[in-house]
């Protein structure tokens, strides 16, 4: 039951240009969306996340987008960086505070 | 900046026996949550916990777990008779909950292996 999903299992991109991550969820009770990224050996960090009550949130170089109709969410990322190469974590979750992850897409940012 | 803190960061243990995994969660936070990933797969939900007892868990959470905090700094999730499936990265994460949102903070994981 896989009610947040990436289907994209791996994204690759040139430095400096838009990352663009997607995820579709099925749960239309979900109210918080979060992204987090993950290096290997370490823990998820969260990045960015929008309430359903916004279709878009910025800090930076992210912004998430929010389509609710769709249950369509994406994280851009512009200009991708180096360093930006990781495992991202779409994630989800509705008034009960546990967190629902999707599979995740692993980014590798080429030089 | 406060971080989460686990360890053991690697566990390797017999089958049946019993693990206990640790955790530190950031000092001001006061909800607490133990999820896990098998290799290749999602990160998923297993208990969370509040006022000093369970507030959630999930169907992989079974009779084998248990989870305390045994004083004010310290979260464990005990495996009481681990299983060749219980392999996974075990991640402690809390949360200062501010209404709705729910930002929570993980700790880098417990490579937990069951021989």
């Known amino acids: 039951d896989q009610q947040v999903k990436q289907n994209s299992p791996s994204l690759s991109v040139q430095e400096g240009r838009i990352s663009i991550l997607n995820c579709d969820y099925t749960?239309?009770?979900?109210?918080?969306f979060l992204w987090y990224k993950k290096y290997p050996a370490e823990g998820p960090t969260f990045l960015i996340s929008?309430?359903?009550?916004?279709d878009k949130n910025e800090d930076g170089r992210f912004t998430v987008f929010l389509n609710k109709s769709a249950k369509h969410l994406s994280l851009h990322i512009v200009p991708s960086q180096p360093g930006d190469s990781a495992v991202y974590f779409c994630?989800?979750?509705?008034?009960?505070?546990?967190?629902?992850f999707g599979k995740g897409t692993r980014l590798h940012i080429l030089p | 900046e406060p971080e989460v803190t686990q360890t053991p960061s690697h566990q390797v243990t017999q089958m049946g026996q019993e693990v206990i995994l640790r955790c530190v969660p950031i000092?001001?936070?006061?909800?607490f949550y133990w999820y896990r990933q098998i290799l290749g797969q999602k990160v998923e939900f297993l208990v969370s916990?509040?006022?000093?007892?369970?507030?959630?868990k999930s169907e992989i959470f079974d009779d084998q777990f248990s989870v305390e905090r045994p004083d004010g700094s310290n979260f464990t999730l005990k495996i009481r008779s681990t299983k060749l499936e219980d392999s996974a990265m075990y991640f402690c994460?809390?949360?200062?909950?501010?209404?709705?949102?729910?930002?929570?903070?993980f700790g880098p994981g417990t490579r937990l292996t069951v021989l």
């Open positions: 994460a809390s949360t200062e909950w501010t209404g709705g949102r729910n930002e929570q903070f």
């Open positions: 749960n239309s009770m979900f109210d918080y």
């Open positions: 929008i309430s359903s009550i916004k």
């Open positions: 994630a989800a979750s509705d008034r009960d505070d546990k967190i629902i």
């Open positions: 000092s001001n936070h006061l909800y």
């Open positions: 916990f509040y006022n000093n007892e369970i507030s959630e």
